[in-house]
Nanobody, 120 residues
Framework: QVQLVESGGGLVQAGGSLRLSCAAS????????MGWFRQAPGKEREFVAS????????TYADSVKGRFTISRDNAKNTGYLQMNSLKPEDTAVYYC?????????????WGKGTLVTVSS
């Protein structure tokens, strides 16, 4: 089993920055992805960014490209999402995932989420 704990969410004004963290414990896999997803009120959960634990290859949704940066620290078993130039439409609960796939219905492990609120 893998446990994921997100932190770093909060309230920020538009244009501001936040850094989310995702601490993983248990039996993690370097071949897996660490992914960030988000779910806004009344909307479906969507992909934000991912990184492979092993090679560090990163992928981003078009909506966050150039503003968000995903990273990981393998020694600490922790992943990060640096969010800059935040917009009100970035308001959502952000979830991290540890998974062999980025297909949402088949995600192996989810965190409980952290709320990000961006005020205009």
């Amino acid at each position: 089993q893998v446990q994921l704990v997100e932190s770093g969410g909060g309230l920020v004004q538009a244009g501001g920055s936040l850094r989310l963290s995702c601490a993983a414990s248990g039996r993690t896999f370097t071949s897996y992805y660490m992914g960030w997803f988000r779910q806004a009120p009344g909307k479906e959960r969507e992909f934000v960014a991912s990184i492979t634990w092993g090679t560090g290859t990163a992928t981003y949704a078009d909506s966050v490209k150039g503003r968000f940066t995903i990273s990981r620290d393998n020694a600490k078993n922790t992943g990060y999402l640096q969010m800059n130039s935040l917009k009100p439409e970035d308001t959502a609960v952000y979830y991290c995932a540890h998974s062999a796939t980025l297909y949402i219905p088949n995600i192996n492990y989810w965190g409980k989420g952290t709320l990000v609120t961006v005020s205009s």
